[in-house]
Nanobody, 126 residues
Framework: DVQLVESGGGLVQPGGSLRLSCTSSGNDYSSGCMGWFRQAPGQEREWVASIRSVGSSKWYGDSVKGRFAISQDNAKRTVYLEMNDLRPEDTAMYYC????????????????????WGQGTQVTVS
Protein backbone atom coordinates (compact mmCIF):
# COMPACT_ATOMS: atom_id res chain seq x y z
CA ASP A 1 0.00 0.00 0.00
CA VAL A 2 1.10 3.52 -0.75
CA GLN A 3 1.39 5.61 2.38
CA LEU A 4 2.35 9.20 3.03
CA VAL A 5 2.61 9.99 6.73
CA GLU A 6 2.92 13.56 7.92
CA SER A 7 4.32 14.68 11.26
CA GLY A 8 5.57 17.80 12.99
CA GLY A 9 2.42 19.83 13.32
CA GLY A 10 1.40 21.54 16.53
CA LEU A 11 0.60 24.79 18.28
CA VAL A 12 3.00 27.68 17.81
CA GLN A 13 2.94 31.39 18.58
CA PRO A 14 2.94 33.98 15.78
CA GLY A 15 6.46 34.50 14.50
CA GLY A 16 7.47 30.98 15.45
CA SER A 17 8.68 28.09 13.34
CA LEU A 18 7.78 24.48 12.67
CA ARG A 19 9.17 21.77 10.45
CA LEU A 20 6.78 19.29 8.91
CA SER A 21 7.91 15.91 7.64
CA CYS A 22 6.28 13.48 5.26
CA THR A 23 7.64 9.97 4.93
CA SER A 24 6.56 7.75 2.07
CA SER A 25 6.30 4.01 1.68
CA GLY A 26 4.95 1.71 -0.97
CA ASN A 27 6.03 3.90 -3.89
CA ASP A 28 9.21 5.48 -5.17
CA TYR A 29 8.99 9.23 -5.66
CA SER A 30 12.72 9.74 -6.21
CA SER A 31 12.09 10.75 -9.84
CA GLY A 32 8.64 12.25 -9.34
CA CYS A 33 7.04 15.18 -7.55
CA MET A 34 6.17 15.89 -3.95
CA GLY A 35 4.32 18.78 -2.42
CA TRP A 36 2.45 20.32 0.46
CA PHE A 37 -1.10 21.62 0.58
CA ARG A 38 -3.19 23.06 3.38
CA GLN A 39 -6.85 23.48 4.17
CA ALA A 40 -8.39 25.70 6.80
CA PRO A 41 -11.94 25.11 8.08
CA GLY A 42 -14.51 26.32 5.58
CA GLN A 43 -11.91 27.02 2.92
CA GLU A 44 -10.73 25.26 -0.20
CA ARG A 45 -7.51 23.28 -0.23
CA GLU A 46 -4.60 25.57 -1.03
CA TRP A 47 -1.36 24.56 -2.68
CA VAL A 48 1.69 25.54 -0.58
CA ALA A 49 4.81 24.20 -2.28
CA SER A 50 6.16 21.54 -4.63
CA ILE A 51 9.53 20.01 -5.33
CA ARG A 52 10.83 18.14 -8.34
CA SER A 53 12.84 15.19 -7.07
CA VAL A 54 15.33 15.17 -9.96
CA GLY A 55 17.11 18.50 -10.05
CA SER A 56 15.28 19.72 -6.91
CA SER A 57 13.41 22.55 -8.57
CA LYS A 58 11.01 24.16 -6.12
CA TRP A 59 7.86 26.23 -6.41
CA TYR A 60 5.91 28.15 -3.74
CA GLY A 61 2.51 29.70 -3.33
CA ASP A 62 2.53 33.48 -3.04
CA SER A 63 1.26 33.45 0.54
CA VAL A 64 4.28 31.47 1.82
CA LYS A 65 7.06 32.59 -0.50
CA GLY A 66 10.07 33.76 1.51
CA ARG A 67 8.81 32.15 4.74
CA PHE A 68 8.48 28.45 3.92
CA ALA A 69 11.04 26.11 2.39
CA ILE A 70 10.47 22.67 0.91
CA SER A 71 13.24 20.09 0.77
CA GLN A 72 13.62 16.39 0.18
CA ASP A 73 15.80 13.53 1.35
CA ASN A 74 15.37 10.70 -1.13
CA ALA A 75 17.44 8.31 0.96
CA LYS A 76 14.96 8.78 3.80
CA ARG A 77 11.98 8.91 1.43
CA THR A 78 10.99 12.10 3.21
CA VAL A 79 9.93 15.58 2.17
CA TYR A 80 10.10 18.49 4.60
CA LEU A 81 8.38 21.83 4.94
CA GLU A 82 10.30 24.35 7.02
CA MET A 83 7.88 27.06 8.11
CA ASN A 84 9.18 30.31 9.54
CA ASP A 85 7.55 33.58 10.63
CA LEU A 86 4.26 31.76 11.10
CA ARG A 87 1.08 33.81 11.10
CA PRO A 88 -2.43 33.06 12.38
CA GLU A 89 -3.58 32.76 8.76
CA ASP A 90 -1.20 29.79 8.33
CA THR A 91 -3.45 27.80 10.67
CA ALA A 92 -4.69 24.78 8.73
CA MET A 93 -4.44 21.06 8.24
CA TYR A 94 -1.31 20.45 6.18
CA TYR A 95 -1.26 17.60 3.69
CA CYS A 96 1.60 15.93 1.89
CA UNK A 97 0.99 14.83 -1.69
CA UNK A 98 3.10 13.05 -4.28
CA UNK A 99 3.06 11.62 -7.75
CA UNK A 100 5.64 9.21 -9.14
CA UNK A 101 4.29 9.59 -12.68
CA UNK A 102 4.97 13.31 -13.01
CA UNK A 103 8.32 15.01 -13.38
CA UNK A 104 10.00 18.24 -14.32
CA UNK A 105 7.81 21.29 -14.75
CA UNK A 106 4.71 19.10 -14.45
CA UNK A 107 5.40 19.08 -10.71
CA UNK A 108 4.14 22.66 -10.81
CA UNK A 109 1.66 22.71 -13.70
CA UNK A 110 -0.08 19.51 -12.56
CA UNK A 111 0.24 20.20 -8.83
CA UNK A 112 -3.49 19.82 -8.22
CA UNK A 113 -3.46 16.36 -9.81
CA UNK A 114 -1.03 14.49 -7.56
CA UNK A 115 -2.16 10.91 -7.10
CA UNK A 116 -1.16 10.11 -3.53
CA TRP A 117 -2.10 11.97 -0.37
CA GLY A 118 -1.41 11.77 3.34
CA GLN A 119 -3.90 12.17 6.17
CA GLY A 120 -2.64 15.54 7.28
CA THR A 121 -1.07 17.19 10.31
CA GLN A 122 -2.63 20.16 12.10
CA VAL A 123 -0.77 23.44 12.42
CA THR A 124 -2.24 26.08 14.71
CA VAL A 125 -0.70 29.53 15.04
CA SER A 126 -2.08 31.39 18.02
Amino acid sequence: DVQLVESGGGLVQPGGSLRLSCTSSGNDYSSGCMGWFRQAPGQEREWVASIRSVGSSKWYGDSVKGRFAISQDNAKRTVYLEMNDLRPEDTAMYYCAADSGLSGVLCYSRRYNYNDWGQGTQVTVS
